[in-house]
């Protein structure tokens, strides 16, 4: 490709709203455009990367067994109505009716239309297990999209399906599906850590996430210095030593003007955060008003709580018209008193004894609060967040917290879709049985930021060889004053498209200055930058810099042709 014809445009200044790398440099360097709020436009160059990183995962999924094809992104909104997400999924699933007044649904994913092809197509055992797996656009009306390709509500995504008789063949699927993971990750250049996560809109009994470290990352993950144990904060239990017993002292309410946080308690009343109990409020999708209680020195686990009251259709704050109604105080609120709500004790509160915990009026608490005595919880569960330096689960050790940012994900849904689709077939045994299934996604634009993330400089991308747009950038330096670098230019671009593909070489024939042709080919971040001067002819050659080293060389005519031809790995 010459560069005098390509579709795009660099940028010579960041972007204002760009914060994260990724973001920036795929805007600067003409990778991606903006349309609207989470939604944007791959130019050639990011088409080309968004092809490569899809020819991978084509790749490990064919190598162990999968089978491609394509589903709709339009789904009857009956679909979903039959297995039940239609009622659980909130505003992220864009409903709209078509022109016969059918409620239908833009795919936020696919496992409702798998099961459907299932009732349609499988009869017999004989048929199972498969592996089916399709490259689809996905719509989910994200509330706040972020940092470029990490969070948009349009996207690609890889989604693969396993089909099996039983448990047993789910699982052999499942683990085959996390190696071929395992190898994607690492040929996309990205150091992917899996750990266990919550199952969500998705169901089944288990899951995996695959997740890239990052600092960004709005997921955090709870990792043991010690042993392999990683898991989402979502779903990691908290493992905290149990409070020493104490007899039950007489209630008792104190003023506490202006102590509206639990620091500003602790400090009036002289007491550690860990002897106060913070209430949080929400209501959930289905109309539940909740109130969490949650020990001082924790934070409230949204996920764990959702889980904890099989809540439907999402979770948001209470508003405090709502929290006066049910006869308690934003700021000094407690179960004590409180009216048609949903109580929910975290199992620390539930075992430490003698708690300062709001009196439901202003100003004031209650000292000397202990569950079962003073209120009665409708749930005890783990519903707080695990602190850094907290124990781990399988070993004791200390573990400590990170940020990372989601680029895979498995989940074994057993039946949760085959059954109430109808998707059944007969066995050896002469009986119908439900088809087990289990789900695999990977985003392709998350990857293709996360891969920035992980290979940029200051001066620009830095793309692995395995998805780079191009091999090579080749550059044509003053090529009008001397006819010998414009022929010996021409000459490698032919060898690159002798061998059928010109593509081989992106070629910078432009006529512009050497420094804007250097940082354009730096910016754009192809592996090798192949530069045809005088001085390189000169010196017996071309002078072959490795982007990501900046290790510079002056290599034959012959040798550069032979990389360019695909005869030779290098150019160097």
Not at 169 to 196: M, N
Not at 345 to 362: E, F, H, Q, R, T
Not at 406 to 427: M, Q, S
Request: aromatic fraction near 8%; charged fraction near 25%.
């Amino acid at each position: 490709m010459r560069l005098s014809n390509l579709f795009f445009t660099t940028l010579r200044d960041d972007p204002a709203d760009a914060e994260m790398p990724s973001h920036r440099l795929l805007l600067r360097a003409g990778y991606v455009r903006q349309l609207g709020a989470g939604i944007y436009s791959l130019l050639p160059l990011g088409f080309r990367v968004s092809k490569r990183v899809e020819q991978v995962i084509r790749e490990e999924l064919n190598a162990i067994g999968g089978q491609e094809m394509e589903m709709p992104v339009v789904h009857p909104a009956d679909l979903w109505r039959e297995s039940g997400r239609y009622f659980k999924i909130g505003p992220e699933m864009a409903r709209f009716k078509d022109r016969a007044d059918r409620d239908m649904v833009l795919a936020m994913t696919h496992e409702e239309v798998v099961a459907d092809l299932l009732r349609d197509i499988v009869r017999s055992y004989r048929q199972l297990p498969f592996i089916i797996y399709h490259f689809q656009t996905k719509f989910r009306d994200e509330p706040r999209s972020r940092g470029g390709l990490i969070r948009v509500r349009e996207f690609v995504m890889k989604d693969s399906y396993s089909c099996d008789r039983d448990e047993a063949g789910l699982d052999a699927a499942y683990w085959a599906h996390h190696r071929a993971y395992t190898r994607i990750f690492e040929r996309l250049g990205l150091k992917a850590i899996p750990v266990s996560s919550d199952v969500g809109m998705m169901g089944g009994s288990l899951a995996h996430e695959f997740m890239f470290l990052h600092p960004a990352g709005e997921d955090v993950l709870v990792l043991c210095e010690k042993c392999d144990y990683a898991a989402n904060r979502q779903i990691a239990p908290l493992t905290v030593a149990a409070p020493e017993a104490e007899d039950p002292l007489p209630m008792e309410e104190v003023h506490t003007p202006e102590t509206t946080t639990i620091d500003a308690l602790a400090t009036f009343m002289g007491i550690p955060t860990s002897k106060t109990a913070k209430a949080v409020f929400m209501v959930t999708g289905d109309g539940r008003f909740v109130v969490a209680i949650v020990r001082g020195d924790f934070e409230l686990n949204e996920t764990k709580l959702t889980n904890a009251i099989k809540a439907t259709g999402g979770m948001r704050p209470a508003q405090l018209d709502e929290i006066l109604a049910r006869g308690m105080q934003a700021g000094y609120g407690s179960p004590i008193g409180a009216r048609d709500s949903v109580v929910v004790v975290d199992s620390l509160v539930a075992k430490s004894p003698n708690l300062v915990a709001g009196a439901n009026k202003p100003g004031y608490h209650l000292k000397n609060t202990n569950v079962g005595r003073d209120y009665t919880p409708d749930v005890v569960a783990d519903i707080a967040n695990v602190r850094e330096g907290d124990a781990c689960p399988n070993c004791g050790s200390r573990v400590i917290l990170r940020n990372g940012i989601e680029i895979g994900n498995i989940f074994k849904l057993g039946t949760d879709f085959t059954v109430p689709l109808g998707a059944e077939y007969l066995g050896e045994d002469g009986e119908r049985h439900p088809i087990v299934m289990g789900s695999y996604g990977i985003g392709l634009g998350r990857n293709v930021a996360c891969i920035v993330e992980a290979h940029h400089d200051e001066k620009g991308l830095v793309w692995p060889a395995e998805v780079a747009p191009y091999p090579a950038h080749l550059v044509a330096i003053g090529a009008n004053k001397d006819p010998r670098v414009t022929e010996v230019a021409e000459q490698l671009y032919a060898a690159a498209a002798a061998c059928g593909d010109a593509s081989q070489v992106l070629y910078d024939d432009r006529n512009e200055s050497p420094g804007v042709k250097f940082t354009d080919a730096e910016l754009l971040g192809m592996p090798w930058i192949l530069t045809v001067s005088s001085r390189s002819l000169a010196a017996g050659g071309v002078e072959v810099t490795e982007r990501a080293t900046g290790a510079r060389s002056i290599q034959s005519i012959e040798q550069v042709t032979a990389f360019l031809e695909g005869r030779a790995a290098t150019p160097a």
